[in-house]
């Protein structure tokens, strides 16, 4: 994935980029024309590859940097904070679909077409591509066979005479990629970093000796590493990324040194190869029930918002107490079309994926070629299609490993904040898997953000190394100008003891783009 900043006005005719030449618009790609009577600007599905544009004066300005855009947009074009976005960062930690912080840019939603009309200066967004409401009819063996060589097919596309790396863990994700390098004899260089105590390193080093690859490990033993690389990486992210996820950044340099040709990242296997959320209301036929569920599922702490509603509407101006079901609503009714559990995996994506997991590589893409398999537009379908029912929890990813890479089931794996003894295809334990997660594992944090198993870099040495500069950033913000927030409640709660990071972190981060912005 090739991520460089594009300027609209740096093109004279024609600008194409596919991931993968030979197999066009299988991954990440966007395609630019101009001629005199139009500009036309396709993207990929997932917006691997975002493009921000606005008009003025009758001229169209866009890039694929948001912050470029800004910074070199004309003196009097005037831009102002897009105040609904700008909360609905500070409750869920990223944005949804097409929003900025800025009233005057947008952003072409996943999946569409932009054409500008020279003439009439009109811009038409067209959707090409929405996710598909079919209903797969395989049972559950009939889709792991199914997904196996969907899978293999994909990362052979990747891996003709390449130089190869990959993103190291103790994941499930990791596992899979690792498995079918392992399987067909690749060589490949590891990476993985954070703390030289942490669960996720001690399992890389594990896997490294046991399959003889070479592992390349970056300590986390100085945190200052966040405040140090703030600026390059806010840059690289357009501000649209809360610091704290700047981690996977860390290791951008020595993969970029060592000029690795393909490096394999995990992001998005997890997403449609498991139904953390599936529940039995979802496929029940009682759609505004479902959609209920769905709606309360989201506004509460969790993998999508990190305050709940309640406490949000303590923190927020009053005029802005039902902003969020409003713009959970509006996505909703764009997705209506689906049943109630792709309606639930959609959005999933939609906010988590396309606008917080993927700034991290699109900003890593402009310095090394990231591929993410999960995204290959085959694979995607094929997954997608599955039943919540049959990809609950961990079910078919988990019966992915151990019946097709056996050979990677022999090292323990993290789960849920455990670190689990992997018991591979033995199937008289198979019935006693959950019991033995709990039996057979070390505690590393029950009930605390997946960070906490990182190490002591991300709690611990952030309030021992930062504490002076987090306090600084928020005394400093300007974001209480606006009125948004009430300022009394919210700094008590960022004061609180009990504050989580993700809320500093977002906090500080859109701090950050206001004072650099308006």
Not at 288 to 309: A, L
Not at 318 to 337: G, P, S
Not at 412 to 441: A, C, E, Q
Not at 500 to 506: F, I, M, R
Request: proline share 3%.
């Amino acid at each position: 994935m090739q991520n460089k900043v594009i300027n609209i006005k740096d093109i004279k005719n024609k600008y194409e980029y596919y991931e993968l030449p030979e197999h066009k618009f299988e991954g990440s790609f966007i395609i630019i024309e101009k001629n005199l009577n139009f500009i036309t600007v396709k993207i990929d599905r997932y917006s691997t590859i975002p493009f921000y544009y606005y008009i003025f004066k009758g001229e169209f300005y866009g890039s694929t940097s948001l912050q470029n855009l800004i910074d070199n947009k004309p003196e009097k074009f005037k831009i102002s904070l897009n105040e609904k976005a700008s909360l609905f960062f500070l409750k869920t930690n990223t944005l949804i679909n097409d929003y900025t912080f800025v009233n005057e840019i947008n952003r072409i939603p996943y999946g569409c077409l932009l054409t500008f009309n020279k003439n009439n200066l009109e811009i038409k967004i067209t959707r090409y591509w929405k996710f598909s409401p079919n209903k797969n009819k395989l049972n559950f063996n009939e889709n792991l066979e199914m997904i196996y060589h969907s899978y293999e097919k994909t990362m052979f596309k990747y891996v003709n005479n390449k130089k190869i790396a990959a993103n190291i863990s103790g994941g499930y994700d990791t596992r899979q990629i690792l498995g079918f390098l392992i399987n067909n004899n690749l060589k490949f260089t590891g990476y993985t970093y954070g703390a030289k105590d942490n669960p996720d390193q001690k399992i890389a080093q594990e896997l490294s000796q046991k399959y003889k690859f070479k592992l390349i490990f970056k300590n986390w033993d100085d945190i200052k590493f966040y405040e140090k690389n703030f600026e390059k990486n806010f840059y690289d992210t357009d501000g649209m990324l809360a610091f704290h996820h700047f981690h996977p950044l860390n290791i951008i340099e020595e993969q970029k040194n060592n000029n690795e040709e393909v490096i394999f990242y995990g992001h998005f296997l997890d997403f449609f190869l498991q139904a953390w959320n599936f529940q039995k209301i979802l496929e029940s036929g009682k759609k505004s029930k479902s959609i209920d569920f769905i709606k309360q599922s989201f506004g509460k702490p969790g993998h999508f918002s990190v305050i709940s509603n309640n406490d949000f509407a303590d923190l927020s101006d009053k005029k802005y107490k039902y902003f969020f079901n409003d713009i959970l609503d509006q996505e909703i009714q764009n997705l209506d079309y689906l049943p109630p559990d792709k309606i639930y995996d959609a959005l999933y994506f939609i906010h988590h994926g396309t606008r917080r997991l993927m700034p991290q590589v699109q900003a890593a893409s402009k310095y090394v070629n990231y591929v993410l398999p999960g995204l290959n537009n085959k694979f995607f379908d094929d997954v997608w299609s599955i039943p919540g029912q049959i990809k609950k929890k961990n079910s078919i990813k988990e019966a992915l490993i151990k019946k097709y890479y056996k050979k990677v089931c022999d090292v323990s794996i993290l789960f849920n904040n455990y670190k689990v003894d992997y018991i591979g295809s033995m199937p008289f334990l198979s019935n006693f898997y959950k019991f033995l997660r709990i039996l057979k594992s070390e505690k590393v944090g029950l009930s605390k953000p997946y960070y906490d198993f990182w190490g002591k870099e991300i709690y611990v040495l952030i309030e021992r190394d930062l504490k002076n500069w987090i306090n600084n950033e928020i005394k400093s913000s300007s974001i209480f100008d606006y009125n948004i927030l009430n300022k009394d409640n919210y700094l008590k709660f960022l004061n609180s003891p009990n504050v989580k990071l993700s809320t500093l972190g977002t906090f500080i981060t859109l701090s950050k783009f206001i004072k650099r912005n308006f």
